[in-house]
Structure formats: structure tokens, C-alpha cells
């Protein structure tokens, strides 16, 4: 019957009788190459033994170095490789560039919904409390301890808490108070000391 690849070039070297490569052991794909290279014409029905053989029999004719053409044919199959790898690796970089965009816009358009509305009210000064404090008193009048105790049930989260430097170990939030209460005369007015040598302090007047 007719071969299903037989070669078109009409080599003028004498044909060796065992070519040190083994063509058997190659991919269909890379032998079609080869094929097409030495103007082997082959079916697409071709058995891969006989196209083999036939890419054999051209590859012989060629008076060229046997190791150089087949490195040169695995440098090819490496560069494909490492193409379609590359192409794979940017694709996946591509897609996860663009997962990670569309949770961040939609994260930051979420923030923006939520924060937008409110706006941050300004927090009471260790003024304010005081004065809170002596309005919630009997006669609207009382000791540093009242205020104290009215301050630390009220605003108990707002008062900073940490020691002051020293011997006294006072808190800091109490050293403030007394500070404040015995500094602002124009606010706050020093009324009387009871028996227990206590001071008492009220709202100077015009403080409502």
C-alpha cells in the first residue's frame, strides 16, 4: 500500500545505518514538527511508528550534528511550556487582581455608608461632670467625696483611671476634679466647711 509519510527531499548523503537518536520515543506533536521541517509529508492518519520512520529516514540525510538539532528541539518544547505556564500565571494574577478590587470598593462603599451619617459629639470635660454632679446633689451642694461618688456612677468609662506619679497614688481623673474645682471660683463656689473639716463646694451663681 502507499506510505502515509514518505519525504520529498532528495538527500544526496548516504543514509547511516543507526542514527543515535531514538524518534520512537517523541511526542506525535514533536515529530509532526520535524516532519514539516525535513518537508516530510505525512497523514493525519499516519501511524506514529511509521511517522517515526519516516522523520528517522529524513533525519539521517541531513549532514548535521545529531545532539545540536535535538537540543535545539527540547529548547523549543521548554520555551512553549514555559510560554503557556507564564499565560496561565497571568491570567490567574489577572483574576485575582480583580477579586481583590471589587471587595475593596465594596468594602469602602460599605464604610462610607455607615461612617457619613454620624458626626462624633464632643465628649463632657471634668467641668462638666462637676456640674452635673452638684445638680444631682441634695441642695444642689456637697463634698469632693459626693462629687466623686456622682462622677464614678455617671461617667464611670469616661475617667482616666491610671495613678498619678508620686507618693499620693490618686487617680488621675480625681486629682483633675480637685484642680479644677478649687482653681474655677468664677464656676464653681466654696460655701462652708462642715464639721469633718470637709469643704463644701456649689454652683457659683449664674450657673444654672
Known amino acids: 500500500g502507499r ?19 531514538d524518534f ?31 522523520v ?17 528541539l527540547l529548547q523549543r518544547e521548554r520555551r512553549e511550556a514555559k510560554q503557556a505556564s507564564s499565560e496561565v500565571h497571568h491570567k490567574r494574577a489577572r483574576e485575582m487582581t480583580a477579586k481583590t478590587t471589587a471587595r475593596s470598593s465594596h468594602s469602602g462603599t460599605h464604610r462610607s455608608i455607615e461612617t457619613t451619617p454620624r458626626k462624633k459629639a464632643r465628649g463632657m470635660t471634668y467641668g462638666d461632670m462637676i456640674s452635673f454632679a452638684l ?22 468609662a469616661q475617667l ?13 481623673w480625681k486629682a483633675s476634679v480637685r484642680k479644677i474645682i478649687n482653681l474655677n471660683g468664677e464656676r464653681f463656689h466654696r460655701s462652708s466647711t462642715e464639721a469633718g473639716g470637709h469643704s463644701i463646694f456649689e454652683l457659683a451663681k449664674g450657673q444654672v
Not at 506510505?3 to 537518536?21: E, F, I, Y
Not at 515529530?31 to 525535513?38: F, S
Not at 482616666?160 to 488621675?172: D, I, K, S, Y
Open 3 to 21: 506510505r502515509c509519510a514518505q519525504n520529498s527531499m532528495n538527500g544526496s548523503h548516504s543514509l547511516p545505518l543507526d542514527p543515535v537518536v
Open 24 to 54: 520512537s520515543a517523541l511526542p506525535r506533536a514533536a515529530l509532526e514538527r520535524l516532519a514539516g521541517h525535513y518537508g516530510v509529508e505525512a497523514s493525519r492518519r499516519c501511524e506514529l511508528p511509521e511517522l517515526a520512520m519516516a
Open 56 to 72: 528517522r529516514d529524513a533525519f539521517a540525510r541531513e549532514a548535521v550534528d545529531e545532539e545540536q538539532v535535538m537540543l535545539s
Open 135 to 156: 445638680r444631682q446633689l441634695p441642695g444642689r451642694r456637697g463634698t469632693l467625696e459626693e462629687i466623686y461618688g456622682v462622677m464614678e456612677s455617671k461617667f464611670g
Open 160 to 172: 482616666n483611671t491610671e495613678l498619678e506619679a508620686g507618693p499620693r497614688q490618686v487617680p488621675v
